[in-house]
């Protein structure tokens, strides 16, 4: 009974590294997100994929790609990592249904530093 | 985007009631959630109201919407010391990208 799964959990880089954090989910659900969420401030969203295969840009895309290529998986890439991504990494995901629209399942988050 | 303001701080008794309210500006709003994020966990969907409703009661939770002032409010009957967290309301409408979180409310239940 995994649920939504993020790895990995911590992670230290240094400026200009790359890196991808995956996010696993194993319910079919169509919708997938990433937030950040920084010290002070509510989540925000980065991108998100309403489907296999689409992705989307959310408020703050800015550094960031995803890729959506098998259903289950939503990858998140820094492709040349700055001190201002320093924060928490969540992963969020729902099917269709009453809540169509909004996140219900999140994973436990990913705790990168860039130094 | 829309603006989602609550209050940081919260301390009650074991046994009080919490309340722990928030503010949106998107008066086109459809739904309101409430979320619980414990130490080292992401977040947890407590409950939700749509706009066209007032209130909605589950078990210990009452959540209140008044539309007119845009102020919903999440009440905890019976606060427990496993009610301590940090609670997130969270405003929007239809879309995969339309809902903006507040800051949060850290509630410490006080034994």
């Known amino acids: 009974n995994a649920g939504v799964t993020q790895t990995p959990k911590f992670r230290v880089l240094k400026t200009g590294q790359s890196m991808t954090l995956l996010c696993a989910q194993d319910?079919?659900?169509?919708?997938m997100y990433w937030y950040r969420q920084d010290p002070g401030m509510g989540l925000r969203l980065i991108h998100y994929s309403v489907g296999e295969g689409t992705t989307a840009k959310g408020e703050v895309p800015d550094g960031y790609n995803v890729s959506r290529l098998k259903k289950q998986n939503f990858l998140l890439g820094l492709e040349s990592a700055a001190p201002s991504q320093t924060s928490v990494y969540f992963c969020a995901t729902h099917s269709l249904g009453p809540l169509s629209n909004q996140p219900q399942h999140f994973g436990d988050g990913t705790r990168l530093s860039i130094l | 985007g829309e603006d989602v303001e609550q209050s940081l701080f919260l301390s009650v008794r074991e046994g009080d009631s919490s309340v722990i309210n928030c503010t949106y500006t998107?008066?086109?709003?459809?739904?309101l959630y409430w979320y619980k994020q414990e130490p080292g966990a992401g977040l947890q969907l407590l409950t939700y109201?749509?706009?066209?409703?007032d209130m909605k009661q589950d078990q210990r939770l009452t959540v209140l919407l008044n539309k007119k002032d845009k102020h919903l409010s999440l009440r905890i009957a019976d606060t427990q010391t496993g009610d301590s967290a940090i609670y997130f309301c969270?405003?929007?409408?239809?879309?995969?990208?339309?809902?903006?979180f507040g800051t949060g409310t850290r509630l410490t239940v006080i034994p």
């Open positions: 319910m079919n659900h169509e919708y």
């Open positions: 969270a405003a929007g409408g239809a879309g995969a990208n339309n809902l903006f």
């Open positions: 998107d008066s086109s709003s459809t739904y």
């Open positions: 109201i749509f706009s066209n409703m």
